[in-house]
């Protein structure tokens, strides 16, 4: 395979993948951030801070971490900064921010938006991993016991690269150091507390860091939440598969409602189980652009998180009468930097010990979601710690945050990536209100619903709670496309 072959294999393998602590003393004087210019996005600063490698080992050396700020539009009435990440793991707020990501103008207003690129992503020290062994064939849904051999080979080969190119962050880049260096970063802006929003795998982020600092939290908002006390791993593939078969579910009554869908009055379950079958058969697509079923599956679940139901219905058009089809999320030019493993299987122990154990869930699953068979992000994250070299330095537990610590949390009734389930659990452990937008999609902050965003600004500016039990009314994935509102994060897996 040739060096762009392999590097546009990497990019499609990237794209389809992303206790408490003990506290730095209140009298260490912050770290400075340096700012300047940034090269790219105008009107944005961007700034390095260092923090220690591992916290818990302060001698081991050092690494960076990439910020980027907008100040607030009305500084006279500047009321601090909000720090943001956009999931991931992998996700860099601070190329995010500089790309334009912010949350309401209100927002804008009267706080510095500032993103960050945790450890490991980015423009901080990044995580890079070995090409030749991203690119490797990687059965990740095995046929059989040799081809589950190989998936675990793949995963040990590929975890060992990222040690070896990368150095001891490599397997130090779980999410309790990300909330070390977090509050590092809040000293450093000169806030006496954090005022932060996180959507999907940035919510674990701010969960985390409400254990371990519940006095230095101002306001979180966590939208489309983790819930880190999953404990098995036939449960983390369940609830991720059932919030995938429900939104196939909302798509098709959709379609059955909107004449101008692609699909409208055809059997799309129907249609669905013929492609899928093409796919196993390693017949859908082209002859040089062949779908497997964690292809074909990927394909609804990339659509989901808009949602883009349209763009999905004419896709599936396109399969049915042999034409290539095209994958919702942009790629990188060169995907090297492949955080997702390290990060993920650092914080989730999913164990998979046997192809048997594999296969018995893969068939219960098909019982779970009858079209779609399984969640490919859910399937895809457990699959990829299978053999994962690096110890678990963050494995699951309950929530435990003191009572009184001001967080909401946001969650779509119809979550593709971040089952609604998942969200209801994470509010009654932390004790925090949820509000839940009643309709699809990830990130409910960004859906154009001013119920929402309503809500979360007001919480975010002067604390006022929506209290338990709000509801906000869906906004007609049509009716989105043409409102004007705040742009959301590049897409991410978590």
Known sequence: MGLGRKLAVAATAVTAATALFTAAPANAAPAAIDWKPCPTGQGAECGKLTVPLDWDRPGDGTIQLALARRKATDPAHRIGSVLMDPGGPGGAGA???QSGWTLSPKIAARFDTVGFDPRGVGESTAIKCGLDELTAKNPVLPKDSGEFRQLLSYNRALGRSCDRITGPLASRSDTRGVVRDMDAIRAALGDEKLTYYGVSYGTLMGQQYAEAYPD???????????????????????TETEATQESFEQFTGWCDRTTSCALHGQ??????????????RGELGTPDDKLDPMAFVGLFSQNFYGPTW??????????????PAESSFAKDDIPIPNPFNS??????RLPVTSYPQLDSYRRALTRVSPDLHFSPLGWSAAAGCAGWPSPVRNPQHPLSVRPGVPMLMLNSRYDPATPYDWAVHASQQSGAPLLTYEGWGHGAYFKKSQCVTDAADAFLIDGTSPGRGKHCPAVEPSVQSRMDGVRPPAAQPY
């Open 95 to 97: 190329g995010e921010v």
């Open 216 to 238: 230095r939290v101002r306001a979180l908002v966590l939208d489309s939440n983790m819930d880190h006390s999953i404990r098995s791993t036939w449960e983390f593939l369940k």
């Open 310 to 323: 349209d763009k999905l219905a004419k896709t599936l058009v396109d399969l049915r009468d042999g034409k």
């Open 267 to 280: 059997d799309i379950s129907a249609l669905t189980a013929d492609l899928y079958a093409r796919a196993e």
């Open 343 to 348: 990060i993920f299987c650092s914080d989730w």
